[in-house]
């Protein structure tokens, strides 16, 4: 539309988006090498959470180790493979809104069972 | 609104002017995965409410082979590999690998699914059910549900294919291909958490 | 009439329908204007019988003893009435406003998934009547609408399991919305209009569905449970297996509190609608509104316990909650704040919309007063599962909400059949529905605190309720007859023909003012550009130097459209494949509960109307 154009100078802040400027990842694309990459990292993470588990480290520390590394593989696969590292911001934020309250909410009521202190 | 058309001459599909420029789709779908954290959180919360809780057996320590869950592991996370390369192919308008990695996605996904039922067919046989104890309750609808997305998710795959093969799909399919993407690879993220939550983590031995 | 000039894809299994007029249209329309006045219409209808429902419950309590209707049945019947008002009244309600206004409040000729948006609907519809197909297979839901285990999960009727059921299926339609109407809020925007120029309605829809989609998770993963529990014996709120009911507790209270608000914030943006056009002053620190209910929305999610103090959780549990709950009246009161000094020094115009604007304010000041008593524990302790809950409930919920919904329904009456209701019987009306609606609730908080309990199908003369629950009764018939005044004026207005004399009979602030009445399908001629906030209002009128409105010659509607109207603009077409996939929901439901043949019937009908829905020419050939 040349319409488009006029408007861009009137409207201050989001008015016409331009999808084709904001809408695709402003940084490289992974390659396929890298995704590869991932996957062997991923790989590499799994079998060193099958070993922590039959590691008879004591409970606390096996427990820790356990979700470090499980939250490392989540957030491997959230940024790279769902490319919330390339893209806008605002998926992400959609996306943890949600995770960040699921973590928060379902913490307290464990908390309220006193699931810790078994 | 635009919706994805197989007419040679429409070009990509992102074409729909919107306030922030980003698709309509894609928000929509972050904003449903956001929302299903809420749905496993539950699930998830249940499952470790009562771990340990069960009156009876079998128990986890009983029927758990975690050397044959950690294969379905390593088979699920491959399939996310497979569903990346299969956009990369896509992006690529390389219409034939595209649907080559796809289907192997969903050859994988099958694959896991399918161990899935054959652990559950053994747990039974083991004498847990639903209903037996609150392991066998937690258990089967936690891992359930989330055996019920991958599903979904591998119908919504070889629709792709299908779609694909029939020239139903625009010249550039990378967006409907990355759209099942993003469900397929949140689906993946949920088992790391149950893999870790529900059978790498110990279990408290029975009162 | 819009044309489609796209070319057609290629075709899907059937030819898509094309008509936008006559009875079949109403099947198969995407329109959110018509899917608008459809959730109304339903929601209208579920009210009527939610108000009857309170009638009998009404009618069995006026007297202690009576046996109008036995404790089995008052059981059905509080617990339908709840349902109803909650899921297949107030909720659709709400939606139905949503649906109309918000792509015109934000200059959009629909929402982001137009067929989204019907299946919707249609799921919705589905799932209030399975849930009163009960009365006819066996019992209706009897557990309350909050359907405690392991009462619920235990009883022997089926009542319980067409209540997971069946919220299960509304829950897949509110989802749905949920998610439609939060990317066309965020992303259908017209030019200009920036998020800080959206009227404070959109701003309150926008909270309302991220409200949903986050909380209907949760009650979907608790009745998914109970549903297990009841049909397959799993073992999750069983204590006898190690099962524990306070489970059930939490994962209903964590949706259940944020559903409150769901319910109250359209409410709470159509008062703020309102109360500026009738001032004719722009409302009172915009900002504020939305940032408060903002706030509502993420501190409604800290508050559930509130409904659990009496669960025994213990004391760090209740007073944290405690204070969260307090600190929740906040925001609240920032808005109420504003309101009061949007009107103070306005030239206040009482119509009818404004009479139920300001009478919803004073309602829920009133139940946010007993609210507030609520939140503090010991208080609570002697409160809780007496009718001073009750009270308190209907205060904020139907003294709020609803008469927000009425003030909503004569305010743009209007722009949806172009003709205003009638402003004698309106006024009547209202003071009719005010005064019984506090004959009925008011006397409620002196039952409560005497001790008079909830759920309870009798009560004996020697507790000395008698007199108030006379009067109680009283008012609720009186309430029934102001909503018959309500369809009568209905009924006269309809058959009166008087047309509107202009487009903008109010003299409003926002865009959907600015087209026809009702709107053409397209909305709008040309797409508008956004300025400012309450950009029409600034379209009509500029200040002189003094200060002073001065209208604008030829600024405002949008010029009556020509032979050429709508030429060009191509609207998505009509669709039946939402109905169809809406179909394979209650079925599925009917197949769990009878036969697993219907569940593949259903599964196959919803996998049909998806395949067919994805696959369906994007215009009609």
């Known amino acids: ?118 | 609104m635009a919706e994805t058309a197989a007419h040679a001459a429409r070009p990509a599909h992102v074409e729909e002017h919107t306030s922030t420029g980003l698709p309509n789709t894609k928000l929509a779908m972050w904003l449903f995965l956001g929302s299903e954290c809420l749905l496993f959180g539950a699930l998830i919360t249940t499952y470790v409410l009562y771990r340990g809780a069960s009156q009876t057996g079998p128990y986890p320590s009983d029927v758990f082979d975690i050397p044959y869950t950690s294969v379905s592991s390593f088979v699920l996370l491959a399939s996310s590999v497979t569903m990346v390369l299969a956009l990369t192919a896509a992006e690529k308008h390389d219409h034939v690998r595209m649907r080559l990695w796809l289907l192997a996605t969903a050859f994988l996904g099958m694959t896991f699914v399918g161990g899935q039922v054959y652990e559950f067919t053994h747990f039974y046989r083991e004498g847990l059910s639903l209903s037996t104890n609150l392991f066998g309750t937690t258990f089967f609808v936690l891992t359930g549900f989330h055996g019920v997305h991958v599903t979904v998710g591998i119908l919504m795959l070889l629709s792709l294919v299908g779609m694909s093969s029939t020239n139903r799909l625009p010249d550039d399919p990378a967006f409907p291909v990355e759209m099942v993407g993003l469900y397929w690879h949140f689906v993946d993220v949920v088992w790391i958490v149950i893999f870790t939550v529900v059978y790498l983590i110990p279990n408290a031995p029975p009162k | 009439m819009a044309t489609a000039s796209v070319p057609a894809r290629r075709g899907g299994i059937v030819r898509r329908p094309t008509s936008t007029t006559g009875l079949r249209s109403w099947f198969t329309t995407i329109d959110h204007k018509k899917i608008g006045m459809l959730y109304g219409y339903t929601a209208f209808t579920f009210f009527i019988i939610g108000g009857l429902e309170a009638l009998v419950i009404r009618a069995q309590l006026a007297r202690p003893d009576q046996t109008l209707v036995n404790a089995a049945q008052y059981n059905q019947i509080f617990t339908m009435h709840g349902l109803t008002m909650i899921f297949l009244f107030v909720m659709p309600m709400s939606a139905a406003f949503f649906n109309y206004l918000i792509p015109l409040m934000i200059g959009a000729r629909d929402v982001a998934f137009p067929r989204l948006n019907a299946f919707s609907y249609w799921v919705f519809l589905a799932g209030g009547l399975f849930l009163y197909s009960s009365w006819f297979l066996g019992g209706a839901p009897n557990g309350g609408w909050f359907g405690y285990a392991p009462n619920a999960t235990t009883d022997p009727t089926p009542g319980m399991t067409f209540y997971a059921l069946g919220l299960l299926i509304t829950g897949i339609a509110s989802s749905a919305g949920a998610i439609n109407l939060a990317v066309t809020v965020v992303n259908m925007r017209a030019p200009g209009m920036t998020l800080f120029r959206m009227p404070v309605f959109v701003w309150m829809g926008l909270v309302v569905q991220f409200l949903l989609a986050f909380s209907l998770p949760i009650i979907t993963v608790a009745l998914f449970e109970m549903l297990f529990d009841r049909r397959w014996d799993t073992a999750f709120f069983d204590p006898t297996r190690g099962g524990d009911p306070i489970l059930w507790q939490h994962l209903f209270w964590l949706f259940g509190h944020p559903e409150v608000y769901i319910l109250i914030l359209p409410a709470f943006g159509i008062i703020s609608e309102i109360l500026p056009v009738f001032s004719r002053k722009p409302l009172f620190g915009y900002q504020f509104v939305v940032f408060s209910g903002i706030a509502i929305g993420f501190i409604g999610f800290g508050v559930w316990v509130h409904h659990m103090y009496a669960a025994g959780l213990g004391p760090v549990a209740n007073t944290a909650f405690g204070i969260s709950t307090a600190i929740i009246a906040i925001p609240t009161g920032v808005k109420i704040f504003n309101w009061m000094a949007t009107m103070a020094g306005g030239d206040l115009h009482f119509d009818t919309p404004m009479l139920y604007a300001v009478g919803a304010v004073a309602m829920f000041v009133i139940g946010g007063l007993s609210g507030v008593t609520h939140s503090v524990v010991p208080s609570d302790y002697q409160q809780t599962d007496t009718y001073y809950v009750v009270a308190h409930f209907h205060y904020v919920l139907f003294g709020g909400a609803v008469f927000g919904l009425f003030a909503g329904m004569y305010y743009w009456w209007p722009k949806v059949f172009a003709q205003k209701l009638g402003e004698g019987i309106g006024k009547v009306q209202f003071w009719l529905l005010i005064i019984g609606f506090n004959m009925t609730f008011g006397p409620m908080h002196i039952l409560g605190l005497e001790g008079m309990i909830r759920r309870e199908y009798t009560y004996p003369a020697a507790l000395g309720l008698t007199f108030w629950n006379e009067v109680s009764s009283a008012g609720a018939f009186l309430i029934a007859f102001s909503v018959l005044l309500f369809i009568v004026n209905v009924v006269r207005t309809r058959r009166r023909h008087r047309p509107l004399e202009t487009d903008d009979p109010w003299d409003a602030r926002t865009l959907e003012w600015m087209t026809a009445c009702p709107p053409e399908p397209y909305n709008f001629e040309t797409i508008p550009v956004v300025h400012s906030l309450d950009e029409f209002w600034h379209r009509k009128y500029a200040e002189d130097k003094e200060g002073r409105l001065v209208r604008v010659p030829a600024g405002a509607a949008e010029p009556a459209p020509g032979p050429a109207a709508g030429h060009g603009i191509h609207m998505p077409s009509p669709s039946f494949w939402p109905l169809v996939a809406a179909v394979g929901l209650p079925t599925i439901a009917y197949g769990v509960m009878y036969s697993w043949w219907l569940v593949g019937v259903g599964a196959l009908i919803l996998v049909v109307g998806f395949t067919g829905w994805a696959l369906e020419p994007s215009v009609a050939d």
């Not at chain 1, 409207?11 to 016409?16: T, Y």
Request: aromatic content about 14%; proline content about 5%.
């Open chain 1, 1 to 118: 539309m040349s319409e488009h154009d006029t408007f861009r100078e009137e409207i201050g802040e989001e008015g016409l988006a331009d999808p084709r400027e904001t809408g695709r990842p402003h940084r490289p694309h992974p390659s396929a090498k890298e995704y590869i990459r991932i996957g062997m990292i991923l790989a590499v993470l799994t079998s060193l959470e099958v070993w922590t588990s039959y590691s008879g480290l004591p409970h606390g520390l096996m427990i820790t180790f356990l979700w470090v590394m499980s939250a490392i593989k989540f957030s491997l696969v959230a940024l790279w493979f769902m490319h919330l590292r390339f893209d806008d911001p605002r998926y992400s934020r959609f996306f943890m809104l949600g995770l960040v309250g699921a973590c928060v909410l379902y913490l307290l009521v464990l908390l309220s069972f006193r699931v810790f202190a078994r």
